[in-house]
């Protein structure tokens, strides 16, 4: 099926409307009209292929918000007019060990991402949610409960999954004292989730202005990192510290932030890690330096319940898709509380 949406044609190029083919649905599929499209980080770097391996062209957006148009004969978790999200994955093997506990995003065979990647029935490419609608195995679609903001909801996609999973992982629950790195399309929503859970929750932040938004959003505390006193005084208090930096930075002076056991996240950053880990603080506590990425789909499906429980969304901004490549150079200077959500609605618009 011919689909309409905004694609890079080349890593020099901007985001541009772009006509391309969709396969059929499937018995298994679910066709959905697209409503609402977060745009992430790793959208920029995908399309500008900072990470290598860009397929072009290229249709991003893996934090899909829509409506069920239509279902194939064997779904029967989904209807017509039902909202729905799509994340990250479109599939994966589902029979591997990972696949077999839940863990699709850790599949042994590689996950087929929603866009940049090959759909691996008919070696297709897969287009993300910039455009009007996507087709997808149910396997893969979440429900979006009922009186959850849709426009809202979308960042949960990826940016609540992957703060959530690592919560979850690591059981965060009342009680527990974690920290969170950054305070930005990650960063807020693993405050908001973390606070919800019942956790007692500090901020890092090299930014002094950012403590009346943080406490706002969840934070019991805000602790200035580039402030040698303050960082003293929070020797060894936290179970789990969640780094959500998208860039390299120097981990050494959170270690000795973590509690005897404790264990810090890194979910924002993909690369080499410089300067060295210094060992000393992870040995005499037996620490540890930990990764992680979204979450399984039973997992996103419980991140949704439970925002949907206590009224939890990211906060967005509101952008028509042809505003997209300035939404990506105000991304770059961190303008913007705290994720842009595209109104796919505007994909219409002269």
């Known amino acids: 099926m011919k689909v309409l949406g ?13 006509r391309f083919e969709r396969r059929e649905p499937r018995p298994d599929d679910v066709l959905i009209q697209i409503l609402y499209c977060g745009v992430c980080h790793s959208d920029l770097h995908q399309v500008r292929n900072d990470w290598g391996g860009s397929m072009y062209p290229i249709v991003p957006g ?12 064997e779904v029967v978790k989904f209807k017509a007019g039902d909202h729905v999200g799509v994340g990250c994955m479109v599939d994966s093997c589902q029979c591997c060990s990972a696949c077999e506990q839940g863990l699709e995003q850790y599949c042994a065979a590689y996950p087929t991402f929603t866009y940049n990647s090959i759909d691996r029935r008919d070696q297709m490419p897969t287009y993300g949610g910039y455009s009007e609608k996507i087709v997808v195995s149910d396997k893969f679609v979440v429900k979006v409960p009922d009186g959850l903001d849709l426009q809202g909801a979308a960042p949960l996609l990826c ?4 703060t959530w999973s690592p919560l979850r992982h690591w059981k965060v629950g009342k009680g527990s004292r974690i920290a969170v790195i950054g305070l930005g399309g990650l960063g807020h929503m693993a405050l908001k989730l973390a606070k919800a859970l019942g956790a007692e929750v500090t901020l890092f932040t090299r930014s002094p202005g950012k403590e009346a938004d943080a406490r706002r959003l969840g934070a019991d505390a805000v602790v200035l990192s580039t402030d040698a006193a303050q960082m003293a005084a929070v020797t060894r208090q936290f179970e789990l510290i969640i780094d959500t930096v998208p860039y390299a930075h120097d981990l050494n002076p959170y270690l000795p932030a973590l509690a005897v056991n404790g264990t810090l996240v890194l979910v924002g950053y993909l690369g080499g890690l410089e300067p060295f880990l210094h060992s000393v603080p992870l040995i005499m506590g037996r620490k540890a330096v930990a990764g992680s990425v979204i979450g399984g789909i039973a997992e996103t499906q419980e991140l949704l319940d439970f925002c949907g429980a206590h009224g939890i969304t990211s906060d967005i901004e509101l952008i028509k898709i042809q505003d997209i490549n300035e939404a990506y150079e105000r991304m770059l200077k961190s303008d913007v509380k705290y994720r ?11």
């Not at 044609?9 to 409307?17: G, K, R, T």
């Not at 893996?62 to 004969?73: A, F, L, M, Y």
């Not at 842009?340 to 002269?350: G, K, P």
């Open 6 to 18: 905004y694609a890079a044609h080349s890593a020099q190029d901007s985001l541009s409307p772009h």
């Open 62 to 73: 893996h934090e899909i918000i829509g409506r069920v148009i239509s279902v194939g004969p």
């Open 340 to 350: 842009f959500v595209i109104d796919m609605a505007s994909l219409h618009i002269a």
């Open 159 to 162: 940016a609540g999954i992957t």
